[in-house]
C-alpha cells in the first residue's frame, strides 16, 4: 500500500500576484465581462460571451487567458466544462440535495457541486405541490434558486431527480426498551432506526420490520428511501451492509460509499489486466546495468518511481525512471476508461482503492527489485546551484537494484546502513544526496512555500482494531525523493513545451487578495507582518513559516497560510504554479495513481517520436482537467473525512479523558480546536463555556467574556475534555475541564 506524497511535495518563477488586463481590439474588460456573466440568465461560455461582445477567432486566445485568469483569482467558479459563473452566486438552477428540515418542518437543502470558499450556501426549498410528496432528507432536485442574503438562497422544485434510487449511508441500531417506538403496536413498530453518517443532515430514519435485510445492532449500512405515507421520521431499506461500527475496517467504506467512489473494476478492465505481459528490450533503451533504486514507505506494495546519481564534474548526472503505464493502458481502452472514471488512486488506513487493478498495480507496472520492468525515463544534469539542464526523455527496461525505504535510507545516512544499502554500489546514496542538497540549493533560492503539516499515521492491529494514532515523521530521505519528483515533472513540462505540444499542467494560483486580507489580519494579532498583496511571493509566507519555526505557534501559522491558498488543479493553461514558484509543471512521476500523469507519459512519447497519434486538443485537455481535478478533491475529501471517523472511533473509548488541545480558529457558535494527540479538528461550543456575555472580535481575532475576563484566539493552548465522539459522523465535542459533565449553559 503506497501513501500519497504531500501537496507541499509540489512546491517551487514566482507567479504575479496581480492579474493584468487583457486587451485585444475588441475585448471587453474584466468589469465589463464579469457584470455580463451576473446578469445573464443561465450559465455563460466563451461562445456566449463572444456573441455579445461581437469578438472573432482573433479574439479566442485572448478570451481564454482572460477567462482562466478571473477564474484562478476568485472573480469567476467553473459551472461545467467551459462554463463560468460569478463566484459568489449560485447559477439559476441547479441539483441540490435535502440535508434536512427547519423549524417548521420545510426542508433545507446545500447544492451538490460546490467548489467555492467554506461551507455551501443554504437553501430553503418550497414546498412542493398539493398532491406531490413532501422532498425527504437526501433527495436530489433540479430547483430553481433566487438569492435572499449572503449564502442564503430560496428553491422551487423543478424536476425530482429519480432515474436512480437515493441511498443513505449510516448506522442501524435495534430498538430497545427505552425507546418509545419500542412500546407501538406490532404492526407499527419498525425494526429499527438509521442515523445518517452525513453531518450535514439531521435527518433520522426509520427501517420498518421486514426491511432490515437481519442486520444485527450497530452495523454500518447503505439504505435507500421508502414511499412516505404520513408524517414522522423517513422510512427506508436496508440494501447493503457494510459492517459492524466497532471494526475499524468497516470505516473507510463509509466515505466510499457515501462520495460514490468506484471500487470494483468491470470485467473487461480486469481481463486486459490479467492478459498483460512482460516488457523486451526490442525498441528499448537498457539500463539493466544502472543501479536504480525505489524509495517508498515501509507498507508500499506498489513501486512506480526508481532514482540514480552519480557525480559529474562540480554537479550530478541523475536519472529518475517511472513504469511505463502507458505500455499497457492503451487510449480508449476499457482499462483507460476506468482509470479515467477514477483518476487517482485513493488511501485509507486499512486499505487502498486503487487507479488500476492489481494485475498492474503490484505487478507489472511495479518496478520490483531483481525483475525487469517497462519504464520511461529522463537523464538530466544538474549543476552545483541546483539548476537542470539536458534533459533527456527515453523508453527503456530497467531492473531495479533495491527495493528501499525511507527509514532505511535515513539510517544509512545517519551512520547505520543494513545489509541492503551496503550492497549498494559504493557511493551512491552519496550522490543521491548530493544531488538533492543542489536541487534543496535552487528550492531555498527560488523561494518557496515550504509548509510543515503533522501528518496522523493510524495504525491497526491485526484484527481491525485501531491500535495507536501517531505523528506521521518526514525525514531527509522524504525531501530527498520529492525533490527528485519535482526535477522530472518541471523536465516534462519544459519539454512538451518547447517542442509545442498541448500539456495538462498542474497549476496552482496565488491567494485571492480577500484571503490573503483575511490572513494578514489574523497574523498581526500574532505580531508576524505580510508585504503588500500586490508585491507578495511564495517565499513571503516561507519567511513567516521560518519565524515561527519551532515555536508553539509554528502548528497553527501553517494551518492558517494553508487555508489561504488556492486548491492546486490540472489545466492546459501554463499558469504556473505558485507554491512551488514554477512557471510551468505537470505531473508525471506516479502514473499507476493519477491519470494526469498517464496522459503526460502519452504526450511525452508523442514528443520524443516513439509513438504517434493525434495529440488532445485543448478543450479536451480542459475537460480532462475538470473530471480528475474533482475525483482528486473527491479523494482527498474521503482521506481526511475517513482519518476523522477514525480519529472518533478512537476517542469515543476516551469521553471523559482530559487532553492537550490549540484554538485553530473562532466564531460566534463556538471555539475550533486540534487536539494534540490526535490531530483531529474538535468544537468547544459557546454552550460548554463559563455562563457570561461573550463577544467575537473579528478584527482582533479573539472572543472575550465580559464578566470572566477570559480570552481565546488562535493558536493559544487548551486543556481540554472529551465530551463527545461520535464515530459515524466523525465529530467531537469538547468541554472544559472545570465543567461538569454534559454541562450546558444558556446560548448569549
Known amino acids: ?19 493584468p488586463q487583457v486587451r ?77 428540515t427547519d423549524s417548521d418542518g420545510d426542508p433545507i437543502a446545500r447544492p451538490v457541486q460546490w467548489d467555492g470558499e467554506g461551507s455551501a450556501p443554504v437553501v430553503f426549498m418550497h414546498p412542493e405541490l398539493r398532491g406531490r410528496a413532501a422532498l425527504a432528507p437526501g433527495e436530489r432536485v433540479v430547483a430553481r434558486l433566487r438569492r435572499i442574503g449572503p449564502g442564503k438562497y430560496e428553491g422551487r422544485t423543478l424536476r425530482r431527480l429519480t432515474d436512480a434510487p437515493m441511498q443513505v449511508v449510516g448506522l442501524f441500531r435495534t430498538l430497545d426498551a427505552t425507546d418509545p417506538m419500542a412500546s407501538a403496536p406490532a404492526r407499527y413498530r419498525p425494526a429499527g432506526t438509521l442515523t445518517p453518517a452525513d453531518r450535514r443532515t439531521k435527518a433520522q430514519w426509520v427501517i420498518p420490520m421486514g426491511e432490515d435485510a437481519d442486520t444485527p445492532d450497530n452495523e454500518i449500512v447503505i439504505a435507500t428511501p421508502l414511499p412516505q405515507s404520513g408524517p414522522g421520521l423517513h422510512p427506508a431499506r436496508i440494501i447493503e451492509r457494510l459492517g459492524p461500527q466497532g471494526d475499524a475496517r468497516t470505516i473507510s467504506m463509509i466515505a466510499v460509499a457515501m462520495l460514490g467512489i468506484p471500487h470494483v473494476f468491470p470485467s473487461e478492465a480486469l481481463a486486459q489486466a490479467k492478459a498483460a505481459r512482460g516488457v523486451t528490450a526490442q525498441g528499448r533503451t537498457d539500463l539493466r546495468d544502472m543501479p536504480l533504486v525505489t524509495i517508498d514507505g515501509a507498507d508500499a506494495r506498489d513501486f512506480d518511481d526508481a532514482v540514480y546519481a552519480e557525480p559529474d564534474g562540480d554537479g550530478f548526472r541523475m536519472t529518475v525512471a517511472i513504469a511505463d503505464v502507458a505500455w499497457y493502458v492503451r487510449p480508449n481502452s476499457a ?55 539536458n534533459a533527456r526523455f527515453g523508453r527503456g527496461i530497467m531492473r531495479s537494484a533495491a527495493r528501499l525505504t525511507y527509514e532505511q535510507v535515513q539510517a544509512a545516512r545517519d551512520g547505520a546502513p543494513d545489509e541492503i544499502i551496503a550492497g549498494l554500489p559504493d557511493g551512491l546514496l552519496d550522490s543521491l544526496f548530493g544531488a538533492w542538497r ?35 515523521i518526514r525525514l531527509d530521505s522524504h525531501r530527498l525523493v520529492e525533490e527528485f519528483m519535482i526535477a522530472a515533472n518541471v523536465a516534462a513540462a519544459r519539454c512538451l513545451e518547447g517542442r509545442h505540444l498541448p500539456c495538462l499542467y498542474r497549476i496552482h494560483a496565488p491567494p485571492t487578495p480577500e484571503r490573503l486580507e483575511s490572513l494578514r489580519r489574523t497574523l498581526d494579532t500574532m505580531g508576524l507582518k505580510l508585504p503588500p498583496v500586490g508585491s507578495l511571493r511564495a517565499a513571503d509566507l516561507d519567511h513567516v513559516l521560518r519565524q515561527v519555526r519551532n515555536t508553539d505557534q509554528a502548528g497553527l501559522v501553517n494551518e492558517l497560510i494553508l487555508r489561504a491558498q488556492n486548491q492546486a488543479e490540472y489545466s492546459p493553461e501554463p499558469v504556473g504554479h505558485f507554491g512551488l514558484s514554477l512557471a510551468a509543471y505537470a505531473h508525471f512521476t506516479s502514473p ?131 465530551e463527545e465522539a461520535c464515530a459515524i459522523r466523525g465529530t467531537v465535542l469538547l468541554a472544559l475541564p472545570d465543567t461538569p459533565p454534559s454541562h450546558r449553559r444558556r446560548r448569549t
Open 592 to 722: 499507476i495513481r493519477r491519470y494526469a500523469d498517464l496522459l503526460t507519459h502519452r504526450a511525452l512519447l508523442v514528443a520524443i517520436g516513439l509513438e504517434s497519434g493525434p495529440a488532445p486538443s485543448h478543450d479536451e485537455l480542459e475537460e480532462a482537467g475538470l473530471a480528475i481535478t474533482r475525483t482528486e478533491r473527491r479523494a482527498a475529501q474521503a482521506e481526511r473525512e475517513t482519518l476523522e471517523r477514525y480519529a472518533a472511533t478512537w476517542l469515543q473509548a476516551r469521553v471523559g479523558t482530559v487532553m492537550d488541545a490549540h484554538v485553530s480558529s473562532l466564531s460566534r457558535f463556538g471555539i475550533f480546536t486540534v487536539l494534540d494527540a490526535t490531530g483531529t479538528s474538535a468544537l468547544l461550543p459557546m454552550s460548554a463555556l463559563p455562563e457570561d456575555q461573550w463577544h467575537h472580535d473579528e478584527k482582533t481575532q479573539t472572543l472575550g467574556g465580559r464578566d470572566t475576563t477570559m480570552v481565546f484566539r488562535p493558536g493559544q493552548a487548551l486543556r481540554v475534555r472529551i
Open 335 to 389: 482499462l483507460d476508461r476506468e482509470a479515467r472514471l477514477r483518476g487517482n488512486s485513493v488511501y485509507f488506513p486499512d486499505r487502498v482503492i486503487p487507479m488500476l487493478p492489481e494485475d498492474l498495480s503490484n505487478g507489472w507496472c511495479s518496478l520490483r527489485p531483481g525483475e525487469d520492468r517497462g519504464c520511461i525515463f529522463v537523464n538530466m544534469d544538474v549543476a552545483a546551484d541546483g539548476a537542470i539542464s
Open 1 to 19: 500500500m503506497k501513501r500519497q506524497r504531500p501537496a507541499t511535495s509540489e512546491m517551487p518563477d514566482p507567479l504575479p500576484t496581480g492579474t
Open 438 to 472: 543542489c536541487l534543496s540549493a535552487a528550492r531555498a533560492l527560488r523561494g518557496t512555500l515550504d509548509l510543515e503539516l503533522p501528518e496522523r499515521l493510524v495504525r491497526l492491529g491485526d484484527h481491525g482494531q485501531i491500535a495507536a494514532i501517531q505523528p506521521r
Open 24 to 100: 485585444a481590439g475588441g475585448l471587453p474588460d474584466r468589469e465589463q465581462l464579469r457584470a455580463f456573466i451576473e446578469n445573464a440568465t443561465g450559465r455563460i461560455g466563451k461562445r456566449e460571451i463572444s456573441r455579445e461582445f461581437g469578438l472573432g477567432p482573433e479574439h479566442k486566445q485572448a478570451l481564454r487567458q482572460m477567462l482562466r485568469d478571473m477564474a484562478l483569482d476568485g472573480t469567476l467558479a467553473p459551472a461545467g466544462a467551459r462554463r463560468f459563473r460569478v463566484s459568489d452566486r449560485l447559477p439559476e438552477s441547479m441539483v441540490v440535495q435535502v440535508t434536512g
